[in-house]
């Protein structure tokens, strides 16, 4: 990743405590789940780790995102930040854009909790 396309949380974001899946445009709940690939095990032994840096798992991407564009998930970037994805820790390491992540209320804690209503 190179630099962040977008900084600022959308208002429908999956990983906000306050949305509405219904309410997120284009939403399909098999896509979403398929999405727990891009999450970190923050759990992880030494091999993982090993793993997780030399075959990067693929982003999160905003559900504003086209099939000419990815748009990085601002709420999977603050989640896996906190949660030590360390490929993402790298892939970010010399973003400009970073300090100015901009997140919308409260957020959810775990992957799991963003398939809820």
């Not at 798992?57 to 709420?75: F, I, P």
């Not at 930040?81 to 209320?105: F, T, V, Y």
Request: proline letters at 3%; glycine letters at 4%.
């Amino acid at each position: 990743m190179r630099q962040l396309t977008q900084t600022k949380q959308c208002v429908n974001c999956p990983w906000k405590v306050n949305r509405d899946l219904s309410q997120i445009p284009g939403y399909n709940r098999e896509n979403h789940q398929a999405l727990n690939e891009t999450i970190a095990n923050p759990h992880s032994d030494i091999s993982e780790v090993i793993h997780q840096l030399t075959s990067p798992k693929v982003a999160m991407g905003c559900h504003y995102s086209t099939d000419d564009k990815l748009l990085e998930c601002v709420g999977w970037i603050y989640n896996q930040l906190r949660n030590n994805n360390l490929a993402l820790r790298l892939a970010l390491i010399r973003s400009r854009q970073i300090r100015k992540l901009e997140i919308d209320g409260a957020q959810r804690a775990t992957f799991d909790e963003t398939l809820k209503d």
